[in-house]
Every structure is written in C-alpha cells, then in structure tokens.
C-alpha cells in the first residue's frame, strides 16, 4: 500500500516561496504521476497540479510553481513563490494525475509576517 | 473550469439508513471523468469510487457510484458509524481539476 507523508515549515513570511516535500514508502516513485492538492481554510478543495517528467498546473497558480522529484529519495516537491495570506491552506501530495489514489494527511501552512 | 456543485451540504442520518449524495457538473464530463472521496478529521482522504462507478481497492460494496454526463450520485446503502464523515465529488474530464464543496453526512 502506498502512504505518503508531507514535511515542510509551518510558517512562511509574505513574498518568500513556500517550499514543501511528499515522501512516498511502498510503491516507486518513478512509476507514475503526483499531484498536489491544497484547501484553505474555510474554502473547498483546489487542485494545484500532477507532473512526472512534465505536468500540467492550475493556471492561476502556474508561474509560480516548481516542481520536482527526488527519486534516489523517494521523494517529490512543491515550491510556490511569491506567497500571499491567500496561500494559507492545508496542502496534500497525492499519486495519480486523473482521480487520486491515495494521499497524505496533509499539512497546513501559514503565510503570515 | 468545470464547476461542480454537491447537494445536500450536510445529510442528517442514522446508522442503517441509506444515504444519497448528488455531485451535479456544470458541462458534460468525457468517459464518465468522476471520483469520489471520503474524507475524516486528521485522515487522508480516501478514494472510493472513480470513472463514476468503478470501487477502488477495499472500498466496502455498500458504496457505489453512479452517473453520466452532467448528473452524479454516490449511495451508500446501510451507513455504518465509520461512515460519517465529509464526501467530495472530482472530475478529471478536464484541466484544471476541479472538486465539490463536500457533503457532510452526520449522525442524526
């Protein structure tokens, strides 16, 4: 059964670039596509998008995201610069790029001075 | 985008009944592009069911899907107390991905 588990800050200042990590245990991670997924509090589910070798991004969040992955790791990444209070959420890795397989717990993050 | 709108936002029920959830798409989604998720307080969310009918993997079959085109509707048949919890419907149709606002099913 693949478990994936999301690490980063909790806490990231206005302008700086939030930057957060998805271990992936019990299935390579070479083998398909990972997504990131986020909910604000408050607010619904937004995906943010699925990539492997390429990807594809949710438009209003496209240039400020970088993505990569680690695979001597396990390990996949989002960065998303030029952060603002409206990128306060709880973000989710997830393996899949249609519907979503299985997924984090999640990790909330904060954008505030 | 496609928007989706879920119905009821919250479904007052007691363990044993039979609880319909709606997910209703604003344009009609390609191959039937339909999943849905569970999802508890401080858990991952779970996939339950995707391609509008198909249980993923351990998915108990007193959960099913249903649906084409613009009209959806997950079922559980006899709720059981582990199955109070938030519902959200997603379709990957098309690009963005978008997802309902969720159903709460509580227990009445």
């Known amino acids: 059964q693949v478990q994936l588990q999301e690490s980063g800050p909790g806490l990231v200042k206005p302008s700086e670039t939030l930057s957060l990590t998805c271990t992936v245990s019990?299935?390579?991670?070479?083998?398909?596509?990972w997504s990131w997924i986020r909910q604000p509090p408050g607010k619904g589910l937004e995906w943010i998008g699925y990539?492997?070798?390429?990807?594809d991004y949710n438009s209003s969040l496209k240039s400020r995201i970088t993505t990569s992955i680690d695979a001597s790791k396990n390990q996949f990444s989002l960065t998303l610069s030029s952060v603002t209070a409206a990128d306060t959420a709880t973000y989710y890795c997830?393996?899949?790029?249609?519907?979503?397989?299985?997924w984090g717990q999640g990790t909330l993050v904060t954008v505030s001075s | 985008e496609i928007v989706l709108t879920q119905s009821p936002g919250t479904l007052s029920l007691s363990p044993g009944e039979r609880a319909t959830l709606s997910c209703r798409a604003s344009?009609?989604?390609?191959?039937?592009?339909l999943a849905w998720y569970q999802r508890k307080p401080g858990q991952a969310p779970r996939l339950l069911i995707y391609?509008?009918?198909i249980r993923a993997n351990g998915i108990p079959d007193r959960f099913s899907g249903s649906g084409s085109g613009t009209d959806f509707t997950l079922t559980i048949s006899r709720l059981e107390t582990e199955d109070f919890a938030m519902y959200y419907c997603?379709?990957?149709?098309?690009?963005?991905?978008?997802f309902g606002q969720g159903t709460k099913v509580e227990i009445k």
């Open positions: 990539f492997r070798y390429s990807g």
């Open positions: 391609d509008s009918s």
């Open positions: 344009q009609s989604l390609s191959s039937s592009s």
């Open positions: 019990g299935g390579s991670i070479s083998s398909q596509y």
């Open positions: 997830a393996s899949g790029r249609g519907y979503f397989d299985y």
């Open positions: 997603q379709q990957y149709g098309s690009s963005p991905r978008t």
